[in-house]
């Protein structure tokens, strides 16, 4: 089966609340990388993260990385109606090419 | 540059029927996967790429098959068609991991929405 696993796999907000969707790994992965789906659309990637305890910013998303690689977390701080969607982590392990995505997080804001 | 290109947009098919999804990539990019994604299962790898002539099985491989004769082109081949696989399909593209320190970002098509009755 997948060997990313992502929570929560739903969450409803008001605008201007913050949002967090973890994803864990049981193996370590060389790379974490995020995606972003509108409904309808295609998943458009967001960031890609390499090292340990990495932590990137990219105006109200925070994305880190886990210190074993294992692990990684995508905040929205003061959630708008434009980040509906679903998100998506994805990694490689350290012995492959193949690039496994969790199952996502689908985010749902209200005015 | 196009992009990733995928073709047909929709298609029904009875069961038993074939059927090729193409997708093609303008981007000289050396890997190429297809997904399946269906409703609480996110994005499933089916089968990947990463060069013209090499293949690999991804997590839902049984039912499909690839080829790869060129750096552009990573058709999907469904033999036999079933229910089950009633889905939307994502071909997808990038460059190799750590190929001259690019990064591998994704590059996907439109998809393409297959019913099979």
């Known amino acids: 089966g997948q060997q990313v696993m992502q929570i929560p796999q739903y969450q409803h907000v008001q605008e201007g609340e913050d949002f967090t969707t973890y994803c864990n790994s049981s193996?370590?992965?060389?790379?974490i990388q995020w995606y972003k789906q509108r409904p309808g659309g295609h998943p458009v990637f967001l960031i890609q993260?390499?090292?340990?305890?990495e932590v990137k910013k990219q105006k109200r998303l925070t994305f880190q990385f886990g210190e074993a690689k294992k692990n990684s977390s995508l905040h929205i701080t003061a959630t708008q109606t434009t980040d509906v969607g679903t998100y998506f982590c994805?990694?490689?392990?350290?012995?492959?090419?193949?690039?496994?995505f969790g199952k996502g997080t689908s985010l749902l804001v209200t005015p | 540059n196009a992009g990733v290109t995928q073709t047909p947009k929709f298609q029904v098919l009875k069961t038993g029927q074939s059927m090729t999804l193409q997708c093609a990539q303008d981007?000289?990019?050396?890997?190429m996967s297809w997904y399946r994604q269906d409703p609480g299962m996110g994005l499933r790898l089916i089968h990947y790429?990463?060069?013209?002539?090499?293949?690999d099985q991804g997590e839902v491989p049984n039912g499909y098959n690839v080829s790869r004769s060129t750096t552009e082109d990573f058709p999907l081949r469904l033999l036999s068609a079933a229910p089950s696989q009633t889905s939307v399909y994502f071909c997808?593209?990038?460059?190799?991991?750590?190929?001259?320190?690019?990064?591998?970002?994704?590059?996907f098509g439109p998809g393409t929405r297959l019913t099979v009755l």
């Open positions: 790429s990463v060069g013209a002539g090499i293949t």
């Open positions: 994805a990694g490689h392990r350290d012995s492959g090419y193949a690039l496994n």
């Open positions: 997808a593209s990038s460059p190799l991991a750590g190929t001259s320190g690019r990064s591998n970002e994704q590059f």
């Open positions: 193996t370590t992965l060389s790379n």
């Open positions: 981007m000289n990019h050396e890997y």
């Open positions: 993260l390499v090292k340990s305890g």
